[in-house]
């Protein structure tokens, strides 16, 4: 089964647990245009829509992204154009001095069996640490406080409890019975 992103980081995290349910995916690294909306689920079933028209065997792709409490739920799903321009400092500078720093990661999977879309959702809390910290993993991993650490700073354990971890164990439990 194909996963199609453009984020090695993503892809990573989804490979290492496909082998723990002995599926094996492949990546696709296509960057695909995604349309606006307001919800995650929404994003990627459409995204899943558009590319099934070109592309018929059995796909998934994931959308993600970072709500910040205090910022309204920003940046939520214009996470990948605010990691790409403000990005990690970019979030500590909108938050200082804000003292509620609660935040949590979204993951939504869509996947395409051939005929039909079905999305699996993934959700995990934390807090806005208040500086970079950490170098393992990607993305907004170095500010992102899980407990005591970062992501960024606990490596292979944040597969265990992340958003995508949650998405794909429904994702791949679903599935297992079908390859
Ligand atoms: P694709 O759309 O091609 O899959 P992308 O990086 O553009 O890749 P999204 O549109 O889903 O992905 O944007 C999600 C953003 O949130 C992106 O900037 C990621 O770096 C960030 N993000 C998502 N999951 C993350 C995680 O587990 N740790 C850190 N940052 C994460």
Redesign the pocket.
């Known amino acids: 089964m194909i996963f199609?992103?453009?984020?090695e980081?993503?892809f990573r995290?989804a490979k290492a647990l496909a082998e723990k349910f002995s599926i094996e995916i492949e990546w696709l690294r296509?960057?695909?245009e995604?349309p606006q909306g307001f919800e995650l689920e929404e994003i990627a079933k459409r995204s899943a829509e558009i590319i099934a028209n070109r592309i018929k065997e059995p796909f998934f792709?994931?959308?993600?992204?970072?709500f910040i409490e205090a910022l309204k739920g920003f940046p939520g799903p214009y996470?990948?154009y605010?990691?790409?321009t403000i990005g990690n400092e970019g979030i500590l500078k909108l938050m200082a001095g804000i003292e509620n720093r609660k935040a949590y990661?979204k993951?939504v999977i869509a996947y395409f069996d051939g005929s039909k879309i079905r999305t699996f959702d993934g959700v995990v809390y934390g807090e806005i640490a208040l500086e970079i910290r950490g170098e393992k993993?990607?993305?907004?991993?170095p500010i992102?406080l899980y407990g005591r650490q970062t992501?960024a700073e606990m490596g292979e354990e944040?597969n265990l409890v992340?958003?995508?971890r949650i998405a794909l164990e429904k994702f791949f439990s679903s599935i297992k019975g079908e390859f």
């Open positions: 199609i992103t453009s984020n980081g993503k995290e296509m960057e695909y995604e792709i994931e959308d993600s992204g970072l996470s990948s605010v990691f790409k990661f993951a993993g990607f993305g907004f991993d992102f992501f944040k992340s958003h995508r």
